[in-house]
């Protein structure tokens, strides 16, 4: 006799510290000592990222055993918001700019953005401090800025093309997901709703 039976997922939130690969497993040699997310919690065997943040970025990453998941997330155009330090006193000639999309150089190739989201935050006291460098070096603005695509460092490829290279990128939400109070290297659970 035969029985259907329902596999039990698991979800995560998890905010990836800045230096972590967005990855469990080291395929290759020359990465052979860098940080990976298994050692930050012990998640169940067949976790997955839920699309990735690069080494140097921070904050919201999805984590889960459930293929199905993760293909809806990462192929539906969903909202990613970005809370990005830059280097300089940004203007608003320049987030508009941002807003009404830039070209970018994607595998070698020019690209031109969609249209985004982007202002600038004023309180940043939501974000978990961290030393990116010394005042001496001059001003620093933050914004925000929300996607529904998501190419290699497109977020830094964005800002740096229009004169305001990126110190410090956090993720803080993909779609109805946010980083909440998570703090760097901390997990939790979740179970997704409309699902």
Request: overall charge positive; some cysteine.
């Amino acid at each position: 006799m035969f029985y259907n039976m329902v596999v039990a997922h698991s979800y995560y939130k998890l905010y990836k510290p800045y230096g972590y690969l967005s990855q469990f497993i080291n395929n290759q040699g020359q990465r052979r000592n860098k940080k990976l997310l298994g050692s930050l919690w012990d998640f169940p065997d067949g976790t997955m990222a839920v699309g990735r943040l690069d080494e140097k970025s921070e904050g919201l990453l999805l984590l889960t055993t459930d293929g199905k998941f993760s293909h809806l997330i990462t192929s539906k155009g969903i909202e990613k918001e970005y809370h990005v330090m830059v280097d300089g006193v940004i203007d608003e000639n320049s987030i508009q700019q941002l807003q009404h999309g830039v070209e970018i150089s994607i595998d070698g190739n020019p690209y031109f953005t969609k249209r985004c989201k982007a202002r600038l935050l004023h309180d940043i006291s939501h974000i978990e401090k961290r030393f990116v460098r010394d005042d001496k070096h001059g001003p620093t603005s933050w914004l925000s800025i929300t996607l529904t695509e998501g190419r290699f460092r497109q977020v830094r490829k964005m800002t740096a093309q229009i004169g305001f290279p990126t110190l410090r990128l956090v993720r803080v939400r993909i779609g109805d997901f946010r980083l909440d109070e998570l703090k760097p290297g901390e997990a939790k659970t979740f179970r997704p709703l409309n699902y």
